[in-house]
């Protein structure tokens, strides 16, 4: 017998401090979130090829439901790479009054009994499969809303990032405009004290040459991030 087992998950408030989020941080999130949905779907079928008797299709079922696990448990208690539940959003998703997780860790343990039962031509077998294939798609619509939650946060993380490169920009321009006017008063002084003016000359010279470049390069970053 094999039944799954589930602790019970730590709730973090914030992102683990090795763990920077970022858009391909998100955008793997969005993807772990994702397998929960096809590998649900694909445990349930094997499991009823698995009890009609095809060969195979219980293995198939048991790492579709380790595929599932391993996704849930890392986006609700995070490792190396995940942050786990960070954010109020997903603690409510999980935890609040949708009970996201005691449903997944609920199909889990089912999924759990009902292929060790399979697999052992146990007599509740067929009832067990009966209850799993009917919380399939009640599981589906729970895993559904959860994703979105990740590409909610996605796209408010892209935002919020947005936003602050405007606002360093906005500073590189403004430390730019200034010395830009700092050149030209140099070059005015430069001028006004003649021969002995013309390095000083040249300096100015390169400073507002700098100072143009910068202007370039916020533009281009400024429209990279419109786009």
């Known amino acids: 017998m094999t039944q799954t087992s589930l602790a019970k998950p730590s709730l ?4 683990s401090a090795k763990v920077k989020l970022s858009g391909e941080l998100f955008a793997s999130m969005i993807n772990l979130s994702g397998r929960r949905r096809f590998t649900s779907q694909r445990l349930v079928l094997y499991a009823v090829l698995a009890s009609l008797g095809h060969e195979n299709a219980i293995g198939t079922s048991r790492d579709a439901l380790k595929l599932f696990t391993d996704a849930h448990l890392a986006l609700v208690n995070g490792n190396e790479q995940i942050p786990g539940v960070f954010c109020p959003e997903l603690q409510a ?42 919380e399939a798609t009640p599981l589906l619509s729970v895993l559904n809303r959860l994703t979105q939650v990740y590409e909610e946060l ?74």
């Open 93 to 134: 998703a999980y935890f609040g009054s949708a009970q996201g997780d005691r449903q997944i860790r609920g199909f889990i343990d089912l999924a759990g009994r009902c292929l060790d039962a399979i697999g052992a031509g146990a007599r509740q077998a067929p009832a067990l499969l009966e209850q799993l294939v009917g």
């Open 154 to 227: 996605s796209k408010k993380h892209a935002s919020q990032v947005r936003r602050q490169l405007h606002g360093i920009m906005s500073d590189i321009e403004s430390i730019a405009r200034q010395a830009r006017m700092v050149s030209f008063n140099a070059q005015i002084v430069a001028a006004r004290a003649g021969q002995a003016g013309k390095e000083f000359s040249v300096v100015a010279g390169v400073l507002s040459d700098i100072t143009g470049e910068i202007d370039g390069l916020v533009h281009e970053a400024l429209n990279s991030s419109v786009a």
């Open 12 to 15: 973090p408030t914030a992102p």
